[in-house]
């Protein structure tokens, strides 16, 4: 196969069947799902037809399948079929992962377009730096207030903190 074949975009699947209820087929198809499981279901072999669990419009559809199979290969019952005996929540998480890697750039824009971030005016004009340095800034006055608070002056203190470590010496 071409590179150019490679980076083809398509559809990463999941499909269910009742006949086969602990069994999920996972692939790939230029087609649209529902297409490939109506060609998977006219098989005379196939008891009852194939309905779409899930699917992904991604752009290079053969890197998805095939990284989505290898997260899977133990839940494989056979390296030449695409069917996995898994539970369906668990497969739909490892293959939506799996698609957001390639999803296609217009379903990103479509994604990015469709979330608002909103942010104070403070927060949209300091950098992160900033704002750690603020935060360190802020602690260190509460430190000082907390000192202040203190009944005992740092001349007390020392002088406690020297007869404290006399008591120990002659110990």
């Known amino acids: 196969m071409n590179d150019k074949a490679k980076s083809t975009s398509g559809w990463l699947?999941?499909?269910?069947?009742?006949?086969?209820?602990e069994l999920c087929k996972i692939g790939q198809t230029r087609r649209t799902p529902e297409e490939r499981a109506m060609e998977l279901s006219g098989s005379t072999g196939v008891a009852?037809?194939?309905?779409?669990?899930?699917?992904?419009?991604?752009?290079?559809?053969?890197?998805?399948?095939?990284?989505?199979?290898?997260i899977l290969s133990a839940y494989r019952i056979n390296n030449d079929r695409e069917f996995f005996k898994i539970e369906i929540k668990l497969a739909v998480e490892v293959v939506e992962l799996v698609a957001k890697r390639f999803l296609q750039k217009d379903t990103i824009n479509e994604i990015k377009s469709s979330i608002v971030i909103t942010k104070?005016?403070?927060?949209?004009?300091?950098?992160?730096?900033?704002?750690?340095?603020e935060?360190?800034?802020?602690?260190?006055?509460?430190?000082?207030?907390?000192?202040?608070?203190s009944p005992l002056t740092h001349a007390q203190v020392t002088k406690l903190r020297t007869e404290k470590k006399a008591k120990k010496g002659k110990n």
């Not at 194939?50 to 290898?70: M, P, R």
């Open 48 to 70: 009852s037809p194939f309905h779409v669990i899930h699917s992904f419009e991604v752009s290079n559809v053969h890197e998805a399948e095939k990284e989505a199979h290898k």
């Open 120 to 133: 104070s005016p403070s927060q949209k004009t300091k950098s992160r730096k900033q704002r750690n340095l």
């Open 13 to 21: 699947y999941m499909l269910g069947n009742e006949s086969m209820p």
């Open 135 to 149: 935060d360190i800034r802020k602690k260190n006055r509460e430190r000082v207030d907390r000192s202040k608070k």
